[in-house]
T-cell receptor, first 114, second 114 residues
Framework: DTGVSQDPRHKITKRGQNVTFRCDPISEHNRLYWYRQTLGQGPEFLTYFQNEAQLEKSRLLSDRFSAERPKGSFSTLEIQRTEQGDSAMYLCASSTTPAMTGYTFGSGTRLTVV | KQEVTQIPAALSVPEGENLVLNCSFTDSAIYNLQWFRQDPGKGLTSLLLIQSSQREQTSGRLNASLDKSSGRSTLYIAASQPGDSATYLC?????????????FGKGTHLIIQP
């Protein structure tokens, strides 16, 4: 297993455009998490899935954000009508249930909204 | 709500020194604690995972301790090297996963001077 993969690594978009990120978790992990990290801050929880079910969303996740995990495998995070405040690093992580072996993070997607 | 604090926020030391990074958390009912390393613009790399029943974990030149009753963890780095320069993040899991997920500190930005 190659760990958690995220694509793309970097994304520059104009304000108002839609963007979609992809995360491929470790295959044995049934939980998948999305976090957002801004400069100088620790990552903040956005949402998580157990298999294909989205079980919790943070209030940080506005209506412009949507996440899916069809068939409990990879996940996508879409941001509609991007704003400059959406510029951040978007991190994906996966774990077993419970997280006895901790969380494994991907390399992240750096979003810049201009 | 769990809060995680890391001290110092930044640290610069000459190569070869031993150093200690501190992490404190407000809710002692944790499931496990994880130390991560983050290089600029990159994702998170797990360094050490300490289960709530453990007191310490070691990996090479790294040693992490956990004192649940006092809500503290330390990361000890022996014989520091310039390649250790990075941001070190402490994260606690309260429920072992799920919406609580991981709560992160803001990190300690470490610079090792050659």
């Amino acid at each position: 297993d190659t760990g958690v993969s995220q694509d793309p690594r970097h994304k520059i978009t104009k304000r108002g455009q839609n963007v979609t990120f992809r995360c491929d978790p470790i295959s044995e992990h049934n939980r998948l998490y999305w976090y957002r990290q801004t400069l100088g801050q620790g990552p903040e929880f956005l949402t998580y899935f157990q298999n294909e079910a989205q079980l919790e969303k943070s209030r940080l996740l506005s209506d412009r954000f949507s996440a899916e995990r069809p068939k409990g495998s990879f996940s996508t995070l879409e941001i509609q009508r991007t704003e400059q405040g959406d510029s951040a690093m978007y991190l994906c992580a996966s774990s077993t249930t419970p997280a006895m072996t901790g969380y494994t993070f991907g390399s992240g997607t750096r979003l810049t909204v201009v | 709500k769990q809060e995680v604090t890391q001290i110092p926020a930044a640290l610069s030391v000459p190569e070869g020194e031993n150093l200690v990074l501190n992490c404190s958390f407000t809710d002692s009912a944790i499931y496990n604690l994880q130390w991560f390393r983050q290089d600029p613009g990159k994702g998170l790399t797990s360094l050490l995972l300490i289960q709530s029943s453990q007191r310490e974990q070691t990996s090479g030149r790294l040693n992490a301790s956990l004192d649940k009753s006092s809500g503290r963890s330390t990361l000890y780095i022996a014989a520091s090297q310039p390649g250790d320069s990075a941001t070190y993040l402490c994260a606690v899991s309260v429920s072992g996963g799920g919406a609580d997920g991981l709560t992160f500190g803001k990190g300690t930005h470490l610079i090792i001077q050659p």
